[in-house]
């Protein structure tokens, strides 16, 4: 049982495009192209850091041109200093494109400001079992190039509708994927893990430790959700920020981020190449979780 909370804790927060990209958050250090998040290991394959990417693409027919457009994948509750350099980071945009599901004349989120919602309760309770720090506290989105790029309320309420989805029908989908995976390793080694974790005086370091590491096991998730023409939480929330985008670049800017849910990059990614005439034009990876044992 241990096993199918922890499988359906993570697979609640990939759906929400809050963790990990759609396919594995995988371990090699070698480059590939669909990961946006990753485990960190030392020479002796010891976990030492939970990173995130920062993924250049550039126009193809003028590479050179000194036009890009940054996705910034982010974990919304890690380390204060991982939250910091995304705002120096930020300061060099002409503009940063940020999520949030909320009307466009509401006031940018006020750092330290706490949500109402169960995605902010379940991010809270999350920064409180890992001793991390929470995203809204440290972002600040009061900054001049910080840009509204998300649905509203009604606008995703009407997708929601029109695609016949459903909170109880994710609820229902990401626990029957939880149960799955509980059957191939009934009361495995991770269930020990977990439990002793939960147990131990270091649990935030433990519990850190066996969540980075079933991120390198997660593949697909948010499959979970997405039908022949996509979903409302991954496809419409992205169209809406790119529409955000192909505003801005008409505006002439040159020097443009999209600051969303690590979750959401892949999509973004295909249709950057695809629609945008962009490519690939390198990856930086950014230290969100510490995973070594604090000092005595």
């Not at 850091?49 to 550039?58: C, G, N, P, S, Y």
């Not at 990401?174 to 020990?192: F, H, I, K, N, V």
């Amino acid at each position: 049982m241990t096993r199918i909370l922890a499988r359906f804790f993570l697979t609640f927060l990939v759906a929400w495009g809050l963790l990990t990209a759609p396919t594995a958050a995988r371990s090699a250090e070698s480059p590939v192209e669909d990961q946006f998040i990753r485990l960190h290991r030392d020479a002796d394959r010891q976990p030492v850091a939970l990173k995130t990417a920062i993924v250049r693409f550039v126009p193809s027919d003028s590479p050179d041109s000194g036009q890009y457009v940054d996705l910034i994948g982010v974990i919304h509750v890690g380390e204060a200093a991982y939250f910091q350099e995304l705002n120096r980071r930020f300061r060099g945009y002409d503009a940063v494109l940020y999520e949030l599901v909320a009307p466009e004349e509401a006031t940018v989120p006020v750092p330290g400001e706490r949500p109402g919602t169960l995605v902010g309760g379940v991010q809270l309770g999350m920064t409180a079992m890992l001793e991390l720090a929470y995203q809204l506290d440290h972002i600040d989105y009061t900054a001049a190039n910080m840009v509204h790029a998300d649905m509203t309320p009604e606008e995703f309420a009407r997708s929601m509708r029109a695609r016949n989805e459903s909170f109880a029908g994710y609820f229902f989908r990401m626990l029957g994927r939880s149960l799955g995976e509980q059957a191939r390793e009934p009361w495995g080694s991770s269930d020990l893990r977990m439990l002793a974790a939960m147990l131990a005086e270091d649990r935030a370091h433990r519990m850190r430790l066996i969540l980075a590491e079933e991120f390198s096991e997660l593949g697909g998730q948010l499959e979970l959700f997405d039908g022949p023409e996509g979903s409302t939480i991954v496809t419409d929330r992205n169209t809406k920020a790119l529409e955000v985008l192909r505003r801005e670049l008409a505006a002439g800017r040159r020097r443009l981020a999209i600051f969303y849910g690590a979750g959401h990059l892949a999509d973004f990614q295909r249709r950057l190449q695809a629609e945008f005439g962009m490519q690939r034009a390198g990856v930086e990876w950014v230290p969100a979780w510490s995973l070594t044992p604090a000092e005595p």
